[in-house]
């Protein structure tokens, strides 16, 4: 069964970085786009950026263009997200997510790990 | 303000049919599928309808989609109390993902 559990998240001041990671299981990784998405307290879904399956695509939220890297290894199965320049209103839950089909990015999520909290406070 | 366009609520009897909204443009919705996701108080997101009316395996027959241009809608039918819920569309748009604000869905 496919999993993705999220870790690296915690209480981090602003302006400063934070990397995210995400193991995943049950399925070929090498195959898939991943995504991160994130959730603010409170508030709705945001999709943050994806990554092709062989990470040579990415594509990111404007709200982080320039401040966050997502990247992979195919190797490890492993999915991260870089993140620097932390502001509060980066504060939310973040999922890591698997593209619905094999070797696409625009097919949209199939399945979510639980999330990880970022808390950008000083 | 989200991109896709959701009610904020919705609320509806046991037993009931509902439907939730979601309104694009031509550059999502218009020219690409919707996908629906469901979440439950607490809970992550959960896929509910994909490629605009699919249903994924394990998703009872009483919640359905559409589209039609730039507009798409999920429907609920035979409201159950476990059916109280955050619901979220979801579009390809250009070189993003965009989600609507979300609706959250009331039995009564």
């Known amino acids: 069964q496919v999993q993705l559990v999220e870790s690296g998240g915690g209480v981090v001041q602003p302006g400063r970085s934070l990397r995210l990671s995400c193991a995943s299981s049950?399925?070929?990784?090498?195959?898939?786009?991943m995504h991160w998405v994130r959730q603010a307290p409170g508030k709705g879904l945001e999709w943050v950026a994806v990554i092709s399956y062989d990470g040579r695509d990415k594509y990111y939220a404007d709200s982080v263009k320039g401040r966050f890297t997502i990247s992979r290894d195919n190797s490890k199965n492993t999915l991260d997200l870089q993140m620097s320049s932390l502001r509060a209103e980066d504060t939310a839950v973040y999922y890591c997510?698997?593209?619905?089909?094999?070797?696409?990015?625009?097919?949209?999520?199939?399945?979510w790990g639980q999330g990880t909290t970022v808390t950008v406070s000083s | 303000q989200s991109v896709l366009t959701q009610p904020p609520s919705v609320s509806g009897a046991p037993g009931q049919r509902v439907t939730i909204s979601c309104s694009g443009s031509s550059s999502n919705i218009g020219s690409n599928t919707v996908n629906w996701y469901q979440q439950l108080p607490g809970a992550a997101p959960k896929l509910l309808i994909y490629t605009n009316n699919q249903r994924p395996s394990g998703v009872p027959d009483r919640f359905s989609g559409s589209k039609s241009g730039t507009s798409a809608s999920l429907a609920i039918s035979g409201l159950q109390s476990e059916d109280e819920a955050d619901y979220y569309c979801a579009a390809w748009d250009d070189s993003r993902w965009v989600f609507g604000g979300g609706t959250k869905l009331t039995v009564l």
């Open positions: 997510a698997k593209d619905m089909y094999q070797w696409a990015v625009t097919s949209g999520v199939d399945v």
């Open positions: 049950g399925f070929t990784f090498s195959l898939y786009g």
